[in-house]
């Protein structure tokens, strides 16, 4: 099973509204990844978790906060947003950070931000 | 550093014939170098990866890919076209000294008609 699930499908927030975004997988991944991408662009990194610590942040704003409570589990929250934040949000996980791991990607949440 | 260049923004076959989309890396060092597929409003699909040995590698949907380190390219290629092929892909890098990240590029628009 290479499934990455990620919760919702779908959000559509208010610049002052805080939201959070859900990623899960259950294949004992040990790296997990966010990615931000914009309309036929490629996927940009935003941040990277390896062992359930933040190992690499791509210079996000700090209005969007990752979290990491478990090694299943990948939160993003949102707050504060701007318009130009609307984007397919990525969620990816690979067995190990280091080396040719596979990133298996999740669906993605399509946000808008009003 | 690191890249990635796709150099066709879109490649247009006939269903039936053969395809290839491009891809060019540059590294210093030994490259990881994979193929992903994203169809419309879905996250990305793994088709393959070249680590090492055999420079002609297979995945999934029966697409696959040639490394040449000559040339330093890593062409995605398919026999044989077929409409549910069109998709949007990306060719993407890994080095071997960085284990932090890959670099996507900018994607190629596979259409392929009837």
């Known amino acids: 099973d290479t499934e990455v699930t990620q919760t919702p499908k779908h959000l559509v927030m208010g610049m002052t509204n805080k939201k959070s975004l859900k990623c899960e997988q259950h294949?004992?991944?040990?790296?997990m990844y966010w990615y931000k991408q914009k309309a036929k662009k490629p996927p940009e990194l935003m941040f990277v978790y390896s062992y359930e610590k933040l190992s690499i942040n791509e210079s996000v704003p700090s209005r969007f906060s990752p979290e990491c409570p478990n090694s299943s589990l990948l939160n993003l929250h949102l707050h504060a947003l701007q318009p130009e934040d609307s984007a397919l949000y990525l969620c990816?996980?690979?067995?190990?950070?280091?080396?040719?791991?596979?990133?298996?990607f999740g669906p993605g949440t399509r946000l808008t931000v009003l | 550093a690191q890249s990635v260049a796709q150099p066709e923004d879109q490649v247009n076959v006939a269903e039936g014939n053969p395809l290839t989309v491009k891809c060019t890396y540059s590294v210093s060092g030994n490259p990881y170098l994979f193929w992903y597929v994203q169809y419309p409003n879905r996250g990305l699909q793994f088709l393959l990866k070249y680590i090492t040995g055999d420079n002609l590698v297979k995945g999934s949907y029966g697409f696959e890919a040639e490394f040449n380190k000559s040339q330093t390219s890593f062409h995605l290629k398919k026999p044989s076209a077929l409409v549910s092929d069109s998709a949007l892909y990306f060719c993407a890098v890994r080095a071997y000294s960085s284990a932090s990240k890959i670099i996507f590029g900018s994607g190629t628009r596979l259409s392929i008609r009837p």
């Open positions: 294949m004992g991944h040990r790296a």
């Open positions: 990816a996980s690979s067995q190990d950070p280091s080396g040719a791991d596979t990133q298996y």
